[in-house]
């Protein structure tokens, strides 16, 4: 079904991108001396991670991208945008990057970033997160489809999307790339692609061996489906009356936790839910995009499982103060949902790629003089390019990044390597994440263990699942660097 006119797709949907500081991930994201090393720009699959979802926004056809970042955050993220080697990843993007101050210490919820940036917003917005990983049989396109038809249809204000969690591997820590988003209970109307229900942190403290139900959401949807199988995508597809409703709640901070829950308690709350139809009612009539009637339930329908709707005329009112006048309770302002069985994050979506991963010895000679000829790397490995692995090393399931030396003798085991690392000889590594810019000192063990970047590991040292910042590091004299450093390339703040 073909729902574009030409040209139409290049101003139906603006795309916004939230690259926040990215605190869940400490202390890979901590500071390298001056030099701020964004969440965005962390690699999965030896590619940012911001490539991913601005890959994914292109292929829908959206081509106006708002991205949003801490003010530290802006050179970093601006110079990859706008490198050649991004440029022709997604050449049809216009990317605008807008700064939103905040620190670490005091994180800005979404509901307060989109009101600040509102009057940038002029028609309806998609909203990703930077370290989304869309799953291969995912398309926006789909989304934007399924928002289409039923904001035509039932004036659904957010499309949502949920993904189905995984298993943990053996071995692997639950909190080794920090929290990739957490399963939480909802229920949703499968005919209807309805969200219902979602168990807030409120809801847990309140109860936290049961999950609590109203009747009326019982009534209204007998056959509604309940699973803690499924985490946010935090992928929505709104509706610009959203942010109207916004300024009218200016308490809301969590997009999730307050804005859908409140819609999803409204709708099958009749009376309370008026105010919040009343709220967006008002909102829709004030749209300067809102071109339809918005529809009002019938009064002789309320113990009908599936009441009867009819249109009401667009009334638009002299001023918006006049909010007291909409005496009908609107029909329910749907949050459509998406149930998706597969979906990755972090190390999680480092493994799915391994999976899928053939490596070969490079082809240039520069690159091929690089890698020993005693080195052992298996083919579910990933290494960067201008990287020399030593004699004897022995590389498996892991991404190893650019400009990194791996010495002689040593053996890496299901890591992750960011750029310009250095592993002296002899140094053992297994389900470890480093940091750039990383040493780690001659015949030094790590297990499970995650590093900011600059962290230097001493000779001989063993460690096991910890998280090492530099400010813990005492500095002192580190031996075992010398035979591998010379022969490390690259600058500082090369990417």
């Keep these: 079904m073909d729902f574009e006119e030409p040209n139409a797709k290049l101003h139906e949907f603006l795309a916004i991108v939230l690259a926040g500081f990215g605190n869940g991930l400490s202390p890979l994201t901590g500071d390298h001396g001056d030099e701020p090393c964004p969440k965005a720009l962390l690699l999965v699959a030896n590619r ?67 009101k600040h940036f509102s009057n940038r917003i002029l028609r309806d917005f998609v909203i990703l997160p930077c370290d989304f990983i869309p799953p291969e049989d995912l398309s926006l396109t789909s989304m934007l489809n399924k928002y ?26 639950p909190d080794e790339w920090g929290p990739t988003g957490s399963s939480v209970p909802i229920i949703w109307d499968k005919k209807s692609g309805t ?5 807030t942190p409120d809801d847990r403290d309140r109860n936290t061996d049961e999950l609590e139900l109203r009747m009326s959401l019982l009534s209204r949807y007998p ?41 999803a ?68 302002l749907r949050i459509g949902i998406i149930i998706h069985d597969t979906g990755f994050a972090g190390t999680e979506a480092n493994r799915q790629f391994l999976s899928k991963s053939n490596y070969t010895l490079p082809i240039d000679p520069e690159n091929r003089a690089l890698i020993d000829a005693k080195s052992q790397i298996s083919s579910d490995s990933m290494i960067g390019s201008s990287t020399k ?16 030396v791996i010495g002689k003798m040593t053996r890496i085991v299901g890591c ?29 063990e790590l297990v499970r263990t995650l590093t900011q970047a600059g962290y230097e590991v001493d000779t001989g040292a063993t460690i096991r699942n910890e998280k090492l910042e530099v400010s813990d590091w005492t500095v002192g004299p580190h031996q075992g660097f010398e035979e591998v450093s010379s022969s490390s390339s690259g600058e500082p703040g090369e990417e």
Aim: hydrophobic content about 35%; some cysteine.
């Design 265 to 332: 308690k409204f709708n099958t709350r009749r009376q309370s839910k008026k105010n919040m139809d009343e709220a967006h009612g008002l909102a829709l009539r004030h749209s300067t995009l809102f071109g339809g009637s918005i529809p009002i339930e019938d009064s002789s329908s309320r113990v009908s499982a599936s009441p009867p709707f009819k249109p009401a005329p667009l009334s638009v009112p002299s001023s918006p103060a006049h909010t007291g006048v909409y005496n009908e309770p609107l029909a329910s």
């Design 195 to 199: 969200l219902l229900h979602i168990d």
């Design 416 to 444: 992750m390597l960011l750029d310009h690392c250095v592993i002296a000889d002899g140094a053992k590594l297994e389900g470890c994440i480093l940091g750039r810019y990383t040493r780690v000192g001659t015949k030094a």
């Design 48 to 114: 940012p991670m911001i490539d991913f979802p601005l890959t994914w926004i292109e292929q829908s056809g959206i081509t106006e991208v708002l991205l949003i970042c801490p003010t530290a955050h802006r050179s970093s993220i601006s110079h990859h945008i706008h490198s050649d080697t991004s440029s022709s990843s997604y050449p049809s993007l216009h990317v605008d990057v807008q700064t939103y101050d905040e620190s670490p210490d005091e994180p800005v919820g979404t509901c307060a970033v989109l």
């Design 389 to 404: 692995i030593g004699e004897r090393a022995s590389i498996k399931r892991s991404v190893i990044g650019r400009h990194c």
């Design 223 to 263: 056959v509604a489906s309940l699973s803690s199988q499924y985490i946010d995508s935090h992928v929505y597809v709104c509706n610009r009356s959203v942010l109207d409703v916004l300024h009218q709640k200016p308490t809301f901070d969590s997009f999730r936790e307050e804005f859908f829950h409140g819609y």
């Design 148 to 173: 289409r038809i039923e904001s035509n249809v039932d004036v659904t204000v957010v499309t949502s999307c949920w993904l189905k969690t995984h298993g943990m591997d053996k071995g692997a820590t």
